[in-house]
C-alpha cells in the first residue's frame, strides 16, 4: 500500500547544554574507573589478608596449644624434682646418720648400708640433674613460644590497621562517586526531559501522546489496529518523525554515553487468545518488535534500540472503564543507558 510521508526538518536540541553534558560523562566514567579500580585493588588486598588472618589464627592455636603442653610438662617436671630434692635431702640425712654408726659398728655392716645409700644417692643426684635440665629446656621453649604468640599478636594488629584504613578509602571513594553519579542523573534527567519536550512538540500536540516521568507514551491506537501487531499508515507517519529526531540525538550525544531507546509494549486487562497471539503478552512484545524494527529500517543503528512487552500487568490508569483501558493500551519509549 503506497504511503506518501513527509519528513520534518532536523531539530536542533541544545548545542550548549550537550556539551556540558559530555565533560560531565567525562568525569563520571572516570570516577566509576577509579572506584572499580580501588574496588579490585582492595578485593585483592582483602583477599590476601583473609588468607594471612586464617593461617595466622590457626598458627596461634596450634601455639597455644603448645603451649599448654609444655607448661603441663613444666609443671609436672617441677613437682618431680621437689620429689626428688626431698627424697635427696632423705637420703642425706640417712647417710650422715649412718656414717655416725659405723664408729660404733666396725666396719661390718654399717660400711655395706653407707656404700648402698651413697649408690642410691648419686642415682637420685643423676636424676635430679635431668630433671632441672628438662625443666630449663622447657623454659626456654616457653619463652620462645611466647615470643611468637607476640610475633602473630603484633602481625594481626598490623593486618586489621590495614583493612581498616582500605575500608575507609574505599568508603570515602564511593561516597564521592555517589555524589558524583547522583548529580549527572539529574543533569541526565533534566537532558531526557527536555528532549522529550521537544518531540512533543514535533509530534504535534495531542491528548493520546504524553510524557509520564521519564517516559514518552503513546496509545496504541496510534500505530495498531485492535488485536494486532502490524503498523498502521499514522503508525508509520509518526515513527518517520521519531526516527529523524533519534538520527538528530544520537549525532548529538557524546560517544562515552552509552544510551539506548528502550519500546516498551503494554495491553489493557482484556484477554486475547487468536491464532496469531495466545496471550497479551505475545501482543505486547510483538508490537514494541515491530516498532524497533521499523526504525531499524529508517537507519536507527539496532544497538541503539531494544525492545519489551509487560502484557497487562503494568498499567497507569486502575480502572477498568474505556478512559483506563485506553491508556494502558500504550507503546512507551524510554531514554536510557545500558
Known amino acids: 500500500m503506497a504511503r506518501s510521508r513527509r519528513r520534518p526538518s532536523a531539530i536542533d536540541y541544545w548545542p550548549g547544554f550537550v556539551d556540558a553534558l ?18 579490585y585493588f582492595a578485593a585483592q588486598e582483602s583477599s590476601g589478608k583473609d588468607t594471612l588472618l ?16 609444655e607448661r603441663s610438662q613444666k609443671a609436672n617436671a617441677l613437682d618431680e624434682a621437689s620429689s626428688l630434692r626431698a627424697t635427696l635431702a632423705s637420703a642425706e640425712a640417712e ?16 660400711e655395706m648400708r653407707v656404700s648402698a645409700l651413697t649408690k642410691q644417692l648419686d642415682e637420685q643426684r643423676g636424676i635430679t640433674a635431668q630433671a632441672l635440665a628438662q625443666i630449663e629446656l622447657l623454659n626456654q621453649q616457653i619463652v620462645a613460644l611466647r ?34 553519579l547522583a548529580k549527572r542523573v539529574q543533569e541526565l534527567a533534566q537532558y531526557r526531559s527536555n528532549f522529550f519536550g521537544e518531540l512533543k512538540k514535533t509530534l504535534g500536540d495531542r491528548d493520546d501522546i504524553q510524557i509520564v516521568g521519564d517516559r514518552f507514551v ?30 538528530d540525538l544520537e549525532g548529538r550525544i557524546p560517544k562515552e554515553l552509552n544510551w539506548v531507546l528502550r519500546v516498551d509494549g503494554h495491553t489493557d486487562i482484556r484477554p ?19 516498532v524497533a524494527k521499523y526504525l531499524i529500517g529508517k537507519g536507527v543503528p ?37
Open 54 to 69: 586464617m593461617r595466622l589464627q590457626k598458627q596461634i592455636a596450634q601455639l597455644a596449644s603448645q603451649l599448654s603442653l
Open 302 to 338: 539496532p544497538n541503539r534500540l531494544a525492545a519489551a512487552g509487560f502484557g497487562e500487568f503494568q498499567p497507569i490508569a486502575p480502572g477498568n472503564s474505556d478512559t483506563d483501558l485506553r491508556r494502558n493500551r500504550r507503546i512507551e519509549l524510554k531514554l536510557t543507558e545500558r
Open 272 to 290: 486475547i487468545n487468536t491464532a496469531t497471539f495466545r496471550s497479551n503478552w505475545e501482543l505486547s512484545a510483538s508490537r514494541a518488535i515491530s
Open 22 to 39: 559530555s565533560t560531565l560523562l567525562l568525569t563520571v566514567t572516570f570516577l566509576m574507573v577509579l572506584f572499580m579500580v580501588a574496588q
Open 95 to 110: 647417710r650422715k646418720r649412718l656414717a655416725g654408726l659405723v664408729g660404733a659398728e666396725g666396719a661390718g655392716s654399717g
Open 147 to 180: 615470643k611468637q604468640l607476640q610475633a602473630l599478636e603484633n602481625s594481626l594488629g598490623d593486618s586489621d590497621k590495614r583493612d581498616k584504613q582500605a575500608q575507609a578509602q574505599i568508603a570515602d571513594l564511593g561516597q564521592r562517586l555517589n555524589v558524583a
Open 218 to 247: 503513546f496509545q496504541s491506537e496510534i500505530f495498531f489496529d485492535s488485536g494486532s501487531a502490524d503498523l498502521t499508515p499514522e503508525g508509520y507517519s509518526q515513527l518517520d518523525k521519531l526516527a529523524v529526531a533519534l538520527h
